[in-house]
């Protein structure tokens, strides 16, 4: 027998590919990192080294003490005594979170993106309204300046970065978000439900003069705030304000159960622990201590201090 009539038939090549190659198009990665931008980076943006620790202990300090002073300064009779004290400290405050922000920028893989994230723009809102004050003074024909002073108060949310127990309750919020979104949901058709029936039972003559207004006297009073502007008059009202009294501190035990719950669940259940570790390419972080690329973009990541071992 022939081999040639044993041998599959042969299958065609492809011809060459025509046309151009659609796909997801990629933002070119920044160039990696070098010199003192890597060094001030390690600093600035990590925390696995002394420098990195003494950075964030000192600017958790000076966030507190701004916040202090503003708090401090709302205070008439404070502000009349130590009203230039507080304006040189708010000046001192500015100057050095303007450093900070501008040391950010600098040593940013990418300045623009980490500009238009939410801690950038913390970081440039808790330094504009001294500026914006002293820069543009018509803005008081407007707004009181004690408005923009108040904006300053937006520091203390540059905390949320620097302290784990923040992420892990957001962590725990946005895995709990679906059960809590149900659970009010549910709340707010028993709202709906019994103020229409305090409607009924009640009525305008004694202030329940319409459903809305009801609905408002429904969750007052299940929230256990009970501002008594508006109070049932009737021996069934009271019986079903008695019953939403009582229904109310479910409503404040459903949810910090649900949330309380995904916080051990997460105790339990660990995550992998990461080191504290930014990739100089795309800034993601949550590297392992041993990891040495990232995994993100592949980029080689710096020597971790924890991973490496004495000689």
């Given at each position: 027998m ?22 997801p198009?990629r933002?070119?990665l920044?160039?990696p ?15 696995d080294?002394?420098a990195?620790?003494t ?26 005594r130590?009203?230039?004290l ?5 000046w001192?405050?500015?100057?050095l979170?303007t450093?900070?922000y ?5 040593c940013?893989p ?13 970081d440039?809102?808790s330094i ?17 300046v004690?408005?923009?002073r108040?904006?300053?108060?937006f ?29 009010m949901?549910?709340?707010m058709?028993?709202v709906?439900?019994?103020?229409t ?5 009640e ?49 404040l ?5 649900i949330?309380?719950a ?10 992998p622990?990461?080191?504290p ?17 990232c ?17």
């Amino acid at each position: 027998m022939d081999k040639d009539t044993d041998r599959a038939p042969s299958t065609p090549l492809p011809g060459p590919i025509r046309g151009p190659i659609r796909g997801p198009v990629r933002e070119p990665l920044p160039a990696p990192l070098s010199g003192w931008r890597l060094r001030l980076h390690a600093v600035v943006f990590e925390s696995d080294t002394r420098a990195g620790r003494t950075f964030d202990q000192v600017l958790i300090a000076l966030i507190l003490l701004s916040v202090t002073v503003v708090t401090l300064d709302s205070v008439a009779s404070i502000q009349a005594r130590w009203g230039r004290l507080f304006d040189a400290l708010e000046w001192l405050f500015t100057a050095l979170f303007t450093l900070e922000y501008a040391l950010r920028l600098a040593c940013a893989p990418r300045p623009l993106a980490y500009a238009r994230s939410f801690f950038g723009l913390i970081d440039l809102l808790s330094i504009l309204p001294t500026y914006f004050a002293l820069l543009v003074p018509q803005a008081s024909l407007f707004m009181d300046v004690r408005i923009l002073r108040l904006l300053r108060i937006f520091r203390v949310l540059k905390l949320s970065g620097y302290v784990s127990e923040y992420t892990a309750l957001g962590e725990a919020l946005s895995a709990s978000r679906r059960k809590i979104l149900i659970f009010m949901s549910f709340v707010m058709m028993v709202v709906l439900i019994m103020g229409t029936v305090m409607y009924v039972v009640e009525g305008p003559e004694n202030g329940f003069s319409s459903i809305p207004t009801a609905m408002y006297w429904a969750v007052t009073t299940m929230t256990t705030v009970g501002f008594g502007d508006i109070t049932p008059k009737t021996d069934l009202g009271r019986l079903i304000s008695a019953l939403m009294m009582l229904l109310g501190w479910s409503v404040l035990a459903v949810p910090t159960g649900i949330v309380t719950a995904e916080m051990s669940s997460r105790r339990l259940h660990p995550a992998p622990p990461a080191a504290p570790r930014t990739c100089p390419n795309c800034r993601c972080e949550g590297h392992m201590a041993n990891a040495r690329h990232c995994w993100n973009c592949g980029a080689a990541l710096p020597p971790s201090p924890s991973a490496t071992s004495p000689d």
